[in-house]
């Protein structure tokens, strides 16, 4: 009995100038659930469901190798898209991020770019609004500063024009009140002199992508808010005796 060979990413050992039927159709399991093995007697193809509804590939079915190197690239292009929406189900990326995850799945070059082109017109993925989003949270709720944000939508992919756009509607109150809290935090955490709570905290906020002027600002106002508490903690020691 001859051993049914499926072909890896293609059917480059499919026969050449011979009609193919399709003699058996499997349904796939555990992680390969959603495709089907489409046999053609020793020889399979593995497409994913929509691919084998859309071509018909049921029992009986003639195809030529020609036709199924055109199914070969569709499900290649439905693999892509499929693959796609369940990472953007799990966490929203940027156009760069995505095309990195496609082409570690070993996706053709231009089938990728097909599919962003097909993710964008479905604003699916879109890096202004996405820039947009990240900035606004980095800053407001993980007390980021903008040179931090900037850095990391650069990695992201990100034109500068997007990374303008986006950090441009971060308002300076909202990046001040950031770094205040940050540095409000870490003065607290500080023992010992104001000195080393000034130059502890200064590098602290720093490292957080906050720029030199608006970390020496937050310490001034520390300062001053450490200096009045310790001169409301005087006035209570020595009450006034009249």
């Given at each position: 009995?001859?051993?049914?060979?499926?072909?890896?990413?293609?059917?480059?050992?499919?026969?050449?100038?011979?009609?193919?039927?399709?003699?058996?159709?499997?349904?796939?399991?555990?992680?390969?659930?959603?495709?089907?093995?489409?046999?053609?007697?020793?020889?399979?193809?593995?497409?994913?469901?929509?691919?084998?509804?859309?071509?018909?590939?049921?029992?009986?079915?003639?195809?030529?190798?020609?036709?199924?190197?055109?199914?070969?690239?569709?499900?290649?292009?439905?693999?892509?898209?499929?693959?796609?929406?369940?990472?953007?189900?799990?966490?929203?990326?940027?156009?760069?991020?995505?095309?990195?995850?496609?082409?570690?799945?070993?996706?053709?070059p231009a089938i990728v770019e097909e599919t962003l082109d097909r993710l964008e017109r479905e604003k699916l993925i879109d890096d202004t609004v996405f820039a947009r989003q990240w900035a606004q949270q980095r800053i407001s709720s993980q007390r980021k500063g903008k040179l931090w944000v900037r850095q990391e939508l650069r990695q992201?992919?990100?034109?500068?024009?997007?990374?303008?756009?986006?950090?441009?509607?971060?308002?300076?109150?909202?990046?001040?009140?950031?770094?205040?809290?940050?540095?409000?935090?870490?003065?607290?955490?500080?023992?010992?002199?104001?000195?080393?709570?000034?130059?502890?905290?200064?590098?602290?906020?720093?490292?957080?992508?906050?720029?030199?002027?608006?970390?020496?600002?937050?310490?001034?106002?520390?300062?001053?808010?450490?200096?009045?508490?310790?001169?409301?903690?005087?006035?209570?020691?020595?009450?006034?005796?009249?």
């Amino acid at each position: 009995m001859e051993l049914e060979q499926e072909v890896p990413g293609g059917i480059a050992h499919f026969p050449d100038h011979r009609e193919l039927v399709v003699t058996r159709v499997e349904r796939k399991q555990g992680r390969q659930r959603g495709r089907y093995l489409i046999h053609f007697g020793e020889y399979s193809l593995s497409v994913l469901e929509d691919v084998m509804i859309k071509y018909r590939m049921t029992s009986g079915t003639v195809f030529t190798k020609e036709e199924l190197a055109e199914i070969v690239v569709a499900d290649e292009r439905q693999q892509a898209y499929v693959h796609s929406l369940y990472i953007l189900g799990r966490k929203q990326r940027s156009r760069t991020e995505l095309a990195r995850r496609l082409t570690d799945k070993e996706i053709q070059p231009a089938i990728v770019e097909e599919t962003l082109d097909r993710l964008e017109r479905e604003k699916l993925i879109d890096d202004t609004v996405f820039a947009r989003q990240w900035a606004q949270q980095r800053i407001s709720s993980q007390r980021k500063g903008k040179l931090w944000v900037r850095q990391e939508l650069r990695q992201k992919g990100i034109s500068k024009d997007n990374i303008a756009e986006a950090l441009g509607e971060v308002s300076d109150e909202e990046e001040w009140d950031s770094a205040l809290q940050c540095g409000r935090k870490k003065w607290r955490q500080v023992r010992g002199e104001m000195l080393d709570q000034k130059r502890k905290t200064m590098a602290y906020l720093m490292r957080r992508g906050f720029t030199g002027e608006l970390s020496r600002r937050v310490i001034q106002r520390l300062a001053a808010e450490s200096q009045e508490a310790e001169m409301d903690e005087d006035d209570t020691e020595w009450p006034d005796m009249d």
